[in-house]
């Protein structure tokens, strides 16, 4: 529940209307939903994609995809190497169960 005592109503609006930052954020956090998304439909359908497309996936430069190896992790997945084809390397995103992931990352107890 969101406090009071940080101007927010029951609703997340600030208690004088809405913060002027909210709409900015939540635009950017729908971004963000629409991007996973994205990645998570690559992933099942198991879709070769270029490196200017997983570049602009990840909102980074083409040079940081090429520059990370052959096989490596982006959020939630595996992103592998796959081919090249003509002049263009193809990549493959794998959805990572994060669950088993980060419980043979814990210590035992």
């Known amino acids: 529940m969101v406090q009071p005592s940080l101007g927010l109503d ?6 004088g209307g809405k913060s002027p930052q909210w709409s900015e954020r939540r635009a950017r956090l729908e971004e963000l939903i629409v991007t996973l998304r994205i990645a998570d439909e690559l992933a099942a359908g198991k879709y070769l994609i270029t490196s200017g497309e997983l570049a602009e996936l990840m909102d980074v430069h083409a040079s940081a995809v090429t520059s990370r190896g052959e096989e490596w992790t982006w959020r939630n997945w595996q992103i592998s190497r796959v081919r ?24 035992p107890t």
């Open 84 to 107: 090249r084809e003509s002049n263009q390397i193809l990549w493959q995103l794998e959805r990572i169960d994060v669950t088993k992931e980060q419980s043979s990352e814990l210590p």
């Open 10 to 15: 029951g609703d997340g609006e600030w208690l």
